[in-house]
């Protein structure tokens, strides 16, 4: 699948078939986190790939109760490194560690659609209580929730805004 495509056809899915995904699969995952670009080339974030049914519930309950989060086989979430930043102090706390996080789920959701898997932004959720359930040490700061698995349905592109309305060409 080429890369425009991807980004077209990828979806947010929150209602999943109950199957497996592939080791090679999780490994094409990991990769393209792995490769994403980081402010400073620092790399300030860390994922938690979660397979434990018990744990992916518990994430789900912290999400204010979205138990669609437990149906996939695969849960991640995705952490700031407020640790890994600190030379660049506020601003890298504050901003740079949230590019580097969505950067590297972006390419995660890119990569999850070339290999027929579906993905979705989880932001609502509790940080404390997630934390908590993956016993994250206190430089990690929780920014997403992204469950993985095979979609059960396909939704349709939603309306997107014209050209006009988002891009301003200046000079």
């Not at 393209?32 to 670009?37: D, G, Q, V």
């Not at 509790?126 to 908590?132: F, G, I």
Request: charged residues 25%; contains cysteine; proline residues 6%.
């Amino acid at each position: 699948m080429d890369v425009e495509k991807a980004i077209k056809s990828r979806r947010s899915i929150r209602s999943f078939l109950d199957r497996d995904i592939p080791a090679d699969a999780v490994e094409k995952l990991i990769e393209a986190l792995r490769w994403a670009p980081s402010a400073g080339n620092l790399q300030a974030r860390k994922f938690y790939f979660i397979f434990d049914q018990e744990l992916r519930e518990m994430l789900a309950v912290a999400a204010f109760g979205q138990m669609f989060i437990s149906a996939p086989p695969l849960v991640v979430v995705a952490c700031a490194d407020h640790e890994r930043i600190g030379h660049y102090g506020k601003r890298g706390r504050e901003l740079y560690a949230i590019q580097d996080v969505a950067v590297a789920v972006e390419n995660l959701m890119l990569q999850a659609c070339e290999l027929g898997l579906g993905t979705v932004w989880v932001g609502a959720f509790n940080e404390e209580q997630v934390a908590k359930v993956l016993k994250l040490p206190n430089h990690l700061r929780p920014e997403g929730i992204i469950p993985v698995g095979y979609p059960a349905q396909q939704p349709i592109a939603p309306k997107r805004l014209g050209r006009e309305e988002i891009v301003e060409i200046v000079g």
